[in-house]
């Protein structure tokens, strides 16, 4: 499975203490250079130990991305890098930027988001039911985390039952 991540999804993971975890799911990570230069906490180095693939942009990619930009006002150009990549890759994005993901959707791309690559975590074994709910506990309690809070806290209902 190939995914192409923004940076949010990589701070979700990073608060919720299970980052290296997404690294054993069958699946590959790619990220735009432009996403990439951005990251600050984890550490885009850490991510590319880990596995994280970043691909660099050509002048061609930069016009489209811009094409991209008239069509949809709202996410940034390096959201829109991850919007390209994903759609030349074809590829699922995972980012938590509603403009970003309205976006995608009306490009055809596959979109989700945190909460998808958690249950992706539970259902290949990689994290338990609850360790996988402690880790949205700690993603819920901090304020900088922009995730639907209704569907987190039904997991972490449902998982730290389990």
Excluded: C
Excluded at 59 to 70: K, N, T, Y
């Amino acid at each position: 499975m190939e995914l192409v991540t923004d940076r949010n999804v990589w701070m979700d993971l990073h608060v919720g203490q299970v980052l290296p975890s997404a690294f054993e799911l069958e699946a590959t990570f790619s990220m735009t250079d432009l996403m990439f230069d951005e990251l600050r906490a984890p550490t885009g180095a850490r991510l590319r130990e880990w596995g994280l693939k970043v691909k660099s942009l050509d002048g061609d990619a930069v016009e489209q991305i811009i094409a991209l930009g008239s069509t949809h006002m709202r996410p940034s150009r390096p959201d829109l890098s991850g919007l390209y990549l994903a759609k030349r890759m074809n590829a699922t994005l995972l980012t938590g930027d509603a403009a970003l993901r309205a976006a995608a959707e009306t490009e055809d791309v596959e979109v989700h988001g945190t909460l998808w690559l958690m249950d992706r975590l539970v259902l290949q074994s990689v994290l338990s039911p609850r360790e996988a709910g402690r880790a949205l506990q700690l993603m819920d309690e901090d304020p900088d985390r922009w995730l639907p809070r209704q569907e987190l806290r039904a997991r972490v209902r449902r998982w730290m039952r389990e």
